[in-house]
C-alpha cells in the first residue's frame, strides 16, 4: 500500500524563515543576465600645432665701439620667442638691449610685423614681446607650460629656419642651479644634450604638447635652458600688473 510522503507543516515554515534570513549573511544572489558594455577609451589628443606658437623674432640694436665712441653700427639678432596667455611672446632677455627694431614673423610666411618689448627682466634673462597689430595674433595659439618640468626623458627642440619649422631631438641630462647667462644670480637651468647647431636664442624647448624650457645658451652639444618651472612664476608677476 502506497503512502504519500507528507512534510508536516510545522517543519515548512521554520525551513522558509530559515533560508530566507541566511540568504543576505551568505551573500546568495539571484542569477542574472548582465548585458555587457562595450569599453570604450578616450581618444589621443590632437597634436600640438607648435607652427602656431613659436615665432621668428629679428632684434636690431646700436653697437658701439668703445675704442673709437664715435663710430656706431647696426647689429641683428635672430631669436626664437613662443606665445603665451595676454598676447605676449616669452624669449630670453640676451641681445635685446640698446634694440631700435624688433620685427616678429608667425608660422614662416615671410611677412615680419613690428614688436617692442612689454617687460624685461635681465636677471633672470626673460622678456616678453607684443605688438599692436591685433591681425599678427590671428591663428596663433598659447603654449602650455609644463608642470611639474621632468628632470630625464627625450625632448624636441624648436625653431624657424628658413621659414621652416626646424625640430631637433634632445634628452635631458639634469636639472642644476648656476648663474644666469646676464647676471651672478643664482638660477635654475635645464641641461640638454643635443645636435642642433647655433641654439641659445630661446629656442622652445618641448615635450609632447608642454613647454619645458627656453634655452638660453650652448656649447658643444650641451644646450642649457631656462626651465619653465621658473618662468611660470615670473610671467604671473608680470601679467599681475
Known amino acids: 500500500m502506497n503512502r504519500s510522503f507528507l512534510i508536516p507543516r510545522r517543519l515548512v515554515f521554520p525551513s522558509t524563515l530559515a533560508l530566507l534570513v541566511l540568504t543576505p549573511l551568505l551573500g546568495l544572489q539571484a542569477v542574472t543576465t548582465v548585458e555587457k558594455k562595450p569599453v570604450t577609451h578616450p581618444q589621443a589628443s590632437t597634436a600640438f600645432a607648435w607652427e602656431n606658437t613659436i615665432i621668428h623674432i629679428e632684434v636690431t640694436s646700436k653697437a658701439y665701439n668703445y675704442i673709437q665712441p664715435w663710430e656706431r653700427t647696426e647689429h641683428k639678432v635672430y631669436k626664437s620667442g613662443v606665445v603665451v596667455e595676454g598676447h605676449q611672446i616669452i624669449t630670453t632677455a640676451d641681445g635685446l638691449a640698446d634694440q631700435t627694431?624688433?620685427?616678429?614673423?608667425?608660422?614662416?610666411?615671410?611677412?615680419?610685423s613690428l614688436g617692442r618689448?612689454?617687460?624685461?627682466?635681465?636677471?633672470?634673462?626673460?622678456?616678453?614681446?607684443?605688438?599692436?597689430?591685433?591681425?599678427?595674433?590671428?591663428?596663433?595659439?598659447?603654449?602650455?607650460?609644463?608642470?611639474?618640468?621632468p628632470i630625464?626623458?627625450?625632448?624636441?627642440?624648436?625653431?624657424?629656419?628658413?621659414?621652416?619649422?626646424?625640430?631637433?631631438?634632445?634628452?635631458?641630462?639634469r636639472l642644476t642651479v648656476e648663474n644666469s647667462?646676464?647676471?651672478?644670480?643664482?638660477?635654475?637651468?635645464?641641461?640638454?644634450?643635443?645636435?642642433?647647431?647655433?641654439?641659445?636664442y630661446g629656442e622652445a624647448v618641448t615635450v609632447n604638447d608642454r613647454l619645458i624650457g627656453l634655452a638660453?645658451?650652448?656649447?658643444?652639444?650641451?644646450?642649457?635652458?631656462?626651465?619653465?618651472?621658473f618662468i611660470?612664476?615670473?610671467l604671473k608677476a608680470q601679467q599681475a600688473k
Open 101 to 112: 627694431l624688433i620685427r616678429l614673423k608667425k608660422q614662416g610666411n615671410g611677412l615680419f
Open 232 to 234: 611660470a612664476p615670473i
Open 117 to 149: 618689448v612689454a617687460w624685461i627682466d635681465y636677471q633672470a634673462n626673460l622678456a616678453a614681446l607684443t605688438t599692436d597689430e591685433k591681425d599678427f595674433w590671428t591663428g596663433l595659439q598659447p603654449a602650455r607650460l609644463a608642470d611639474p618640468v
Open 216 to 229: 638660453c645658451s650652448q656649447g658643444g652639444d650641451a644646450v642649457t635652458a631656462i626651465p619653465t618651472s
Open 152 to 173: 630625464t626623458g627625450h625632448v624636441r627642440i624648436l625653431r624657424w629656419r628658413d621659414d621652416q619649422l626646424e625640430d631637433r631631438q634632445g634628452e635631458i641630462e
Open 181 to 200: 647667462t646676464l647676471s651672478f644670480v643664482s638660477v635654475p637651468a635645464l641641461k640638454i644634450d643635443s645636435t642642433i647647431p647655433g641654439a641659445g
